[in-house]
């Protein structure tokens, strides 16, 4: 059986935070779907669209993670994709109470658990909302923003034995 986990979040946007839980869980499955979550009652900063294609565009050379969105529980699409597992960051005490509280809930009505990884140190202050604000007021966020690997290139030189 295939172990495959849901990484479950508004992403708007992916942060280098996001990207960190994402890269370092990979290795413990055999495919994370990236669920992009549509909530009709809080206002998006980026379309859907967009958020979608901006996860795809960066891991496009990565088949073990799709990017999907959805707009019903998380339960019911961790179900759809036929995952076991939900995904999550935790960057704080804050966050503690909230994810622990929904975890319970996941594993009560639907028998989905719960991996959370803690977020490094040098990423515990990033964000989406911080970005979003950085974005509106014109900042440069780049560091905050992961970025798609360079493609390789075409034909390289073969190297010389004492390079
Ligand atoms: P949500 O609105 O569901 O919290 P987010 O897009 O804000 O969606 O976050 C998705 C997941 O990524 C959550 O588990 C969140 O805790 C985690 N996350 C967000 N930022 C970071 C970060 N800097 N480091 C680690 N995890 C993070």
Redesign the pocket.
Known sequence: MKRIAI??????P?????A??LERALPLFDQIVVGV?INENKKAFYPTEQRLQAIRTLYKGEPRIRVESYDDLTIDFARRVGARFI?????SVH?FEY?RDVANMNKRLANIDTL?????PH???????VVRELITFGKDVSAFLPHAPEPAPRSEAPRSQDE
């Open positions: 990484f479950p979040g508004s992403f708007d992916f942060t280098v935070g996001h960190n839980i979550g995904l999550r960051g935790l960057r966050d994810e959370i990884m803690f977020t490094e990423l515990t202050s990033v964000s989406s909302s």
